[in-house]
């Protein structure tokens, strides 16, 4: 009876092991599965975004690419013009006088530009600035010049200005020719014809 | 006999645990996981969002041709007025 009854007791332990097991094993395992399946949850979520993020980047290379070409080719068109109206030493002072360090970088379409020694603003005047002092434009150059800003005044401008009127008004006379009255109450009235509101002179007639 | 019973011991003193012990792990690492998605699917939400300006640069790139060929214009008349330095 007792090898019987020790077979038995063995054998249930067996049993209670083997269902310990099984039962962690479904316990942990049924805890993994739920946290991969919140997992899924967010990836499914992500790829979702990672998809709005590639479409909506899509065409941002393109148009950046063609941004760039535009503005380079303003840079250029900039930079060529300046260097053809004021030449490259003149512009190269420009570009420094307007940005103190900015001489020294160059010009990009310009390689040569770089070797250039920027001449003080005060020196260069151009046929360009005078042009555009001319035109009643505040050229913005010349700012680092230490005797001031040699093309406006504020309160001289007006020097400048009548410079561009003839001689005799910048000598400032006391009396000039005034302007001719002219209309009924003028005070010099002109000649006036004598058939005005007299019959008509009658030519004679044509064979 | 004998060697059934040292094989229950072993299997409750060293094979339950040990399964005990790997499961816990995996456990861990799958929910120390879902953290992680949840900041990245948030993250990419944010990402999404700022992009959605990324539109607008069709508006840049518009405005960019427009202002470069006004720049254009301006520098053909200033060509044209100003004298060259040669």
Redesign the interface.
């Known amino acids: 009876m007792a090898p019987v009854l020790a077979f038995m007791a063995v054998g249930a332990l067996t049993a209670l092991a083997v269902v310990l097991i099984v039962v962690a094993l479904v316990v942990y395992l049924v805890a993994v599965i739920v946290q991969l399946r919140k997992i899924t949850g967010g990836l499914d979520e992500v790829i979702g975004h990672v998809g709005e993020i590639v479409q909506k980047s899509a065409p941002v290379n393109d148009v950046v690419t063609t941004i760039n070409e535009q503005l380079d080719a303003g840079v250029d068109l900039l930079e060529g013009l300046l260097v053809k109206k004021a030449g490259m030493t003149d512009a190269v002072g420009l570009v420094e006088g307007l940005y103190a360090g900015a001489g020294a970088a160059g010009f990009r379409k310009f390689p040569e530009s770089t070797e250039v020694k920027a001449p003080r603003i005060g020196e260069v005047y151009t046929q360009g600035t005078l042009t555009l002092a001319r035109l009643g434009r505040e050229a913005p150059i010349a700012l680092g010049n230490p005797a001031g800003f040699p093309l406006r005044n504020v309160e001289g401008g007006s020097l400048a200005a009548r410079l561009l009127y003839p001689e005799a008004r910048q000598s400032k006379p006391a009396s000039m020719p005034r302007s001719p009255v002219i209309g009924t109450d003028a005070p010099v009235q002109y000649e006036q014809r004598d058939d005005i509101g007299k019959p008509r002179k009658r030519l004679p007639a044509r064979r | 006999?004998t060697l059934?019973?040292i094989?229950?011991v072993v299997?409750?003193v060293v094979?339950?645990p040990v399964?005990?012990y790997l499961?816990?792990a995996?456990?861990d690492a799958?929910?120390s996981?879902?953290p992680s998605?949840?900041e990245?699917?948030r993250v990419?939400?944010a990402?999404?969002k700022d992009?959605?300006a990324?539109?607008l640069?069709?508006t840049?790139?518009d405005q960019?041709?427009q202002?470069?060929a006004g720049?254009?214009n301006y520098?053909g008349s200033?060509?044209v007025?100003?004298?060259?330095?040669?």
């Open positions: 006999m059934w019973w094989g229950d299997l409750l094979v339950l399964v005990v499961l816990r995996v456990l799958a929910t996981i879902v998605v949840q990245i699917a990419a939400a990402a999404s992009l959605d990324a539109a640069l069709l840049t790139q960019v041709t202002t470069v720049v254009a520098g200033l060509d007025i100003l004298d060259d330095a040669e």
